[in-house]
């Protein structure tokens, strides 16, 4: 609008126009030429277009242009459309009319208009606009009309809410998870920025925090005393080196509470090999904290002992049945770096031959779901490594994109829990056996937060004594004063002073008093407790046992009277349960002997205590894995006895039994501790031998068993004399499978049995 101004103030009046000859009137009118020309290009270039309004007709009296292409019409078909300044009105958007309708009225008061609304197409389509325009008059001062400029101001629009969304986005994503961002002036010791989520960790604002940091001395004032030499030595080192720095600490709000916070720094500016200004992150990561804090009370009776998790993370493409991100993370899950994953899985049926076969089914099923149902998977299962190691983990994961009906891609996160597993089934056995004693002596157990006043754990035992709940008592969190109230009133004052006297000093502490159930019934009990967690010499966390006494307080004369007899039955008691704990413990060795025995039985021959057929392969299958990925040389022996039919049906199959025996305790001599000798059947031996560096160590090792089998053997008196035929077979040349090579050795010994036996062949050409 002003270089509209200044444009008419440089055009000659018509009184200086009226004295110019014919050639300087060409001229002033070329030069009004090329202004319009380079006006016309400005509003084709800025997307604004001029008009001119004439109030006597109530209807537009010109427009450039551009005004009508903001329209999406020519010149003449505007001129047309807004012959009236109702007509006018009805190409504003309904919802912007009376804003316009306002705007326009007060153009004849105000003697300007700037106002901003939106052109509705009658296709739906809206196109924002920024409207500026000034009162025209005529020489004696009569306001004639309006001369106006329109701009385009759609894309701006758009700008500045795709700016407030991301404004909007970042805030919810600094209050959803926990953080907060701040940029901090090294120099000058004082935040150039800081967001409301980073000031809410604090607990206070983004203002108030920036007014009172100062300096670094006062930034290290939140933070906990224990923590803040640990923080100032890190940040030190950040500022002289440049490197990025992530801590974890404590901060103590101004309203006492302590806050666990993780804080991510990189340099923004550095200057003479010195951090200047730093853009920081700020997570409140107490929850965390408190989490795994929860699970080391849960097991505080037992062990403290906490698995750091294994995560890993994939993107899949299920129309190309490939993975398009493997993190670092989930190929160590299965044993393999990323580089050697994505060469090895190259599909789901893949990556199904790491899955234990018992649990791939389960999966397909999984996944299949996600695939018809556009859901998510959260599922258990088993893993072999290609070094044999066998792990659980926990995959969890859903439709990561869609078109229509058909799922793009699916996300998922895989977690190593084989640590978690085991712990698990620890606590349950640790569970079952403290739930046992508790309701077998009447005691329960507890872990108080003095600062939070609030219990983090209970037993089923304490919520017994109670009369409710564990998560009752855990989620009403009075404090000590209101927790006396539930104290009979003649017993308050003693436990108050036994719980000070306790504060004061972090002792123990052990004391009898009667409890006042929520239905009014009074038991009486012992509670006896320690610090758990002591700070500055100041117990945090108490551990306590309840007892319910009850009885024993109600029969008090009588135990005084019998105490002889109660004593011995207090020595008896405890006898049973020293004896019920023992046979406890004799019932999980026996269960475990038993195990033990079981598995060895699935897995070895139990005549000679060879591994059998089932176990046999599975060392094939190592051996060969070995072998593949080491490019060395496997063998397998099939190893039959001649003769040994004889020796059953002429002595008896004792007798044969006792050959048997001997003559596996005879193959095992011969082999390497590397080696693997089983008894699959009968009178037929495999030998696998491993990591062979030359062919000529199988023929020394089967020319050795044949010599030492053939030996004669003395059974009872009775002189017995077998012999073997072996038949020999290589990985890779003869097979790359176990079967496959157990039936080319096992082809190559009958070759051997039919030329004449007590000897050892190869498989030839011909696969025999």
Known sequence: MNALAVAQTQNPSTSELSGLTRAELEAELEKLRRRETLFDATERAARIGHYEWNYELDRLESC?????????????????????????LQQVHPDDQERYRLASKALRDNKALDVNYRILFNDGSIRHIREFSVITTDESGIERGSFGILQDISDQVRHERDLEYRDDLARQTEAITDIGHFIYDEDNECYVFMSEGCARIFGTTAEAYQEKMRSVEDDLADIVAEDRPRVAEEYRHYIDSGQDCALEFRIKRADGTVRWVRELTRAK????????????????????????????????????????????????????????????????????????????????????????????????????????????????????????????????????????????????????ITEQKKIEQELLYKDALANQAEAITDIGHFIY???????????????????????????????????????????????????????????????????????????????????????????????????????????????????????????????????????????????????????????????????????????????????????????????????????????????GDLVLKMTADRIKTEIRETDTVARIGGDEFVIILSSLPETAIAERIAAAVITQVARPLQIKDIDVEITASIGISFYPEHGTTAEKLIRSADKAMYQVKREGKNSFGFVNSAGV
């Open 449 to 655: 937060d003095e600062i939070k006043q609030k219990y983090l754990f209970v037993s089923p035992g304490l919520a017994s004594i109670h009369g409710i709940s564990a998560e009752e008592i855990i989620n009403r969190s009075v404090s000590r004063e209101e927790d006396l109230q539930l104290i009979h009133a003649d017993d308050r004052a003693r436990v108050q002073k036994a719980y000070d006297r306790f504060m004061a000093n972090g002792s123990e502490w052990q004391i009898e008093y009667r409890l006042i159930l929520a239905d009014g019934e009074v038991r009486w009990v012992r509670e006896v407790g320690k610090a758990y967690l002591i700070t500055h010499g100041i117990p945090e966390q108490t551990i306590g046992v309840l007892q319910d006494i009850t009885t024993q307080k109600n029969s008090e004369q009588e135990i005084i009277d019998a105490r002889d007899t109660l004593e011995q039955q207090v020595v008896e008691r405890t006898r049973e349960l020293a004896n019920t704990v023992k046979q406890l413990q004799i019932e999980v060795d026996e269960r475990e002997k038993i195990a033990a025995e079981l598995d060895f039985l699935a897995n070895h021959d139990a005549l000679t205590g060879l591994p059998s057929l089932r176990l046999c392969k599975d060392r094939l299958d190592q051996s060969l894995a070995e072998a593949r990925r080491n490019r060395q040389t496997s063998a397998v022996m099939f190893v039959d006895l001649d003769g040994f039919k004889e020796i059953n049906d002429q002595h008896g199959h004792d007798i």
């Open 64 to 88: 450039s242009m551009e005004y009508a292409h903001l329209y999406n019409m020519t010149v003449e078909e505007v001129m047309a459309a807004q012959d009236s300044w109702e007509k006018t």
């Open 269 to 416: 500016l550095i200057k003479d090999g010195k951090v200047r200004q730093t853009l920081g992150v700020m997570q409140d990561i107490t929850e965390r904290v408190t989490r795994e804090q929860d699970l080391m009370f849960k097991d505080a009776m037992a062990s403290q002992a906490e698995a750091i998790t294994d995560i890993g993370y994939f993107l899949f493409d299920e129309i190309k049945d490939q993975h398009l991100y493997v993190s670092p993370g989930q190929a160590h899950i299965v044993g393999l770096g990323v580089d050697e994953y994505f060469r090895k899985i190259k599909s789901n049926e893949d990556y199904f031959t790491l899955v234990h076969e018992e649990d791939r089914e389960m999966i397909r099923q999984a996944y299949r779901g996600v695939l018809e149902n556009h859901g998510g998977w959260e599922i258990e299962y088993r893993v072999r490594r290609p070094d044999g190691e066998l792990r659980w983990v926990r995959e969890v994961g859903k439709a990561h994109k869609r078109n229509g009906e058909q799922v793009e891609q699916t996300i998922g996160v895989l977690q190593d």
